[in-house]
């Protein structure tokens, strides 16, 4: 059974940077086959995709925030990660990492969420 | 970039109704739709993908439907444990989410 765990800080001072983690167990990055990302739902609000990183390193991100986020991944740590830069109080969110197949776009397995708050 | 619309945006129902929830896309997106279950606190929980393909382990009464722009989501007989806000997503041009429909206890 693949499991996702985001791990970070839960508070960012404006202008900073947020830093989140992502550690996949019951499976494997490297095998390739399936894209790791990142979507975040501000409180009481919708989901939004932030970006998505494949084993080779290879990234897309979503448009509207392309200018601020870096997703990279260590595969000796089976782990993903997310940079967003500049952060304001409007990038105070639940953040989620989530796999989806490669061949489809759906995600099928989520991590729990961790909440960021962008204070200072 | 495609635009999901849910409707309704909420709805009161009780056990053992008959349940549809709408999502129209701002273009054709060819069934790469997938709908979620969401409880609160809890993250999105795949409940079927390609439009009407059901996610392993998911009760069959949650079925999908749909072509072109216009999807549904159907729960035949509402369940105690199916209140929750529900929300689709396509995958046909990057991804984006519809904005969610809360089903609530009438």
């Known amino acids: 059974q693949v499991q996702l765990q985001e791990s970070g800080p839960g508070l960012v001072k404006p202008s900073q940077t947020l830093s989140l983690t992502c550690t996949v167990s019951?499976?494997?990055?490297?095998?390739?086959?399936?894209?790791w990302s990142w979507i975040r739902q501000h409180p009481g609000k919708g989901l939004e995709w932030i970006g998505y990183?494949?084993?080779?390193?290879?990234?897309y991100y979503n448009p509207s925030l392309k200018s601020r986020v870096t997703i990279s991944v260590d595969t000796s740590k089976n782990q993903f990660s997310l940079k967003l830069s500049s952060v304001t109080a409007a990038d105070t969110a639940v953040y989620y990492c989530?796999?989806?197949?490669?061949?489809?776009?759906?995600?099928?397995?989520w991590g729990q969420g961790t909440l960021v708050t962008v204070s200072s | 970039d495609i635009q999901m619309t849910q409707s309704p945006s909420s709805l009161s129902a009780s056990v053992g109704d008959r349940v549809t929830i709408t999502c129209r896309a701002s273009q054709g997106i060819s069934n790469s739709l997938a709908w979620y279950q969401q409880k609160p606190g809890k993250a999105p929980k795949l409940l079927l993908y390609?439009?009407?393909r059901l996610e392993s382990g998911v009760p069959s009464r949650f079925s999908g439907s749909g072509s072109g722009t216009d999807y549904t989501l159907t729960i035949s007989s509402l369940q105690p444990e199916d209140f929750a806000t529900y929300y689709c997503q396509q995958y046909y041009s990057l991804w984006t989410f519809g904005q969610g429909t809360k089903v609530e206890i009438k």
């Open positions: 390609a439009a009407s």
């Open positions: 990183i494949y084993y080779s390193g290879s990234t």
């Open positions: 019951g499976g494997s990055i490297s095998s390739g086959g399936y894209y």
């Open positions: 989530a796999r989806t197949p490669a061949v489809a776009g759906h995600f099928d397995y």
